[in-house]
């Protein structure tokens, strides 16, 4: 694991103590967690703005295509498919 030094502002730090104290964890462990959410919210900025595909997004998130799909649901992102899609993979599923 690397090290990085970074400058931040004392209201950077109390969100990091704050996460820190509401997860029972160390200030290092919630600043990690901030990092890769914001890391996670950017990319979903950028689909919703179409500037990566769903493939794209999945790849960077580490996830399969269906499970994405799901994630983009669950926080109220529509999903990219048409009623011809899902007709498509019910019938892949027979």
């Given amino acids: 694991m ?3 030094s970074v ?5 950077e730090l109390n969100h990091i103590k704050k996460l820190a104290k ?3 964890a160390d200030q290092s462990q919630a ?3 901030l990092i890769n ?3 996670e919210f950017h990319l979903l900025c950028m689909y919703r703005e179409g500037e990566i595909s769903l ?3 999945a790849n960077e998130l580490k996830i399969p295509l269906s499970s ?3 994630f983009l649901g669950k926080i109220g992102v529509a999903a990219p498919l048409e009623y011809e899609d899902y007709l498509q ?5 027979k």
């Avoid at 400058?7 to 209201?11: A, C, F, G, T």
């Fill in 2 to 4: 690397s090290v990085l």
């Fill in 7 to 11: 400058r931040l502002s004392q209201e």
């Fill in 22 to 24: 509401e997860n029972n």
């Fill in 31 to 33: 600043a990690r967690q």
């Fill in 37 to 39: 959410e914001g890391w």
């Fill in 55 to 57: 493939g794209s997004l």
């Fill in 68 to 70: 994405a799909i799901d």
């Fill in 89 to 93: 993979g019910l019938d892949l599923l």
